[in-house]
């Protein structure tokens, strides 16, 4: 007995198996094509749509975190080179009580700080540098380093909410997307089902319905590689193929980035399972 494509199947390769099954339903015609027509017709609009909405979301998504991490690559420079003037200023001690406490933990605390508290710990940084004095700093040179620093502040912070505001946006376009492909393949169920009533075979059936059955690897001979089914590439390939985003939220370590937190980040794609 053939199969139909897994509901946990990636979901391009759901829509494609969707798409394959009623373009060869038409050319078959008759009593097929008005059951595939009547199940899925509407399911063909709506998913193209869908899709090319997430895609959208996906390119401004893209955007979107290339001006973050440039933004957050000039902050800590900015700030970098702040902290080098103040302490060449001083002696470049090994420790300096004050220094310290404009920069609270150092450097550090804010290279390994998560991206949303980046503009204020540089809010914080600008609050402090204000406050605090100690010979040879000057007043004058503290509002320069004060205003160095709340240049590059107000970009981040900018930069950070419109990555938050289009990561959102495109978690809900994904989901969209991911719904009405799910919708599709209980559809394809149904349409199945119906092959059945009007007295097709099983093979019949996968001549339409592309069978997904794992093709059985004999004695001695090797298994396929596994394939991405969204690109035609053997699994493991890095060629810095995009596949849609599933970005977190927050991100740690040194350069202030998790793994997967950007827009090639893979969204979750597993869909409603098909009854």
């Not at 420079?77 to 310290?100: K, N, Y």
């Not at 009533?197 to 794992?214: A, K, R, S």
């Not at 093709?215 to 991405?228: D, I, K, L, Y």
């Amino acid at each position: 007995m053939g199969r139909i494509v897994r509901p946990d199947a990636r979901v391009d390769r759901i829509v494609d198996v969707i798409e394959r099954s009623n373009v060869r339903a038409a050319v078959r015609g008759g009593e097929v094509a008005a059951a595939a027509a009547s199940r899925m017709s509407a399911l063909l609009v709506a998913i193209p749509a869908a899709k090319v909405a997430q895609a959208r979301t996906a390119a401004v998504l893209t955007a979107a975190v290339a001006a973050r991490l440039v933004a957050e690559d000039t902050a800590r420079r900015e700030l970098g080179l702040v902290w080098a003037e103040m302490w060449t200023a001083v002696g470049r001690p090994a420790h300096h009580e004050r220094l310290q406490a404009v920069f609270l933990g150092g450097l550090k605390m804010y290279n390994d700080a998560p991206r949303p508290m980046k503009p204020e710990l540089l809010r914080l940084v600008v609050a402090r540098l204000t406050a605090v004095s100690a010979p040879p700093w000057t007043d004058a040179q503290r509002s320069v380093w004060a205003a160095r620093i709340d240049a590059v502040r107000a970009p981040l912070a900018a930069a950070v909410s419109a990555e938050q505001d289009a990561r959102l946006l495109h978690r809900i376009e994904w989901a969209s997307f991911a719904a009405k492909a799910g919708a599709g393949l209980r559809a394809l169920v149904a349409f199945k089902r119906d092959c059945k009533y009007l007295g097709l075979t099983e093979g019949q059936i996968h001549e339409i319905i592309p069978d997904d059955t794992p093709r059985r690897v004999t004695s001695g001979e090797a298994a396929p590689a596994p394939s991405n089914l969204d690109t035609g590439e053997e699994a493991g390939a890095t060629d810095g193929a995009v596949a849609p985003p599933l970005p977190a939220l927050a991100d740690s370590g040194a350069n202030g980035q998790r793994r997967g937190d950007d827009a090639n980040s893979v969204e979750p794609t597993m869909v409603p399972a098909a009854s």
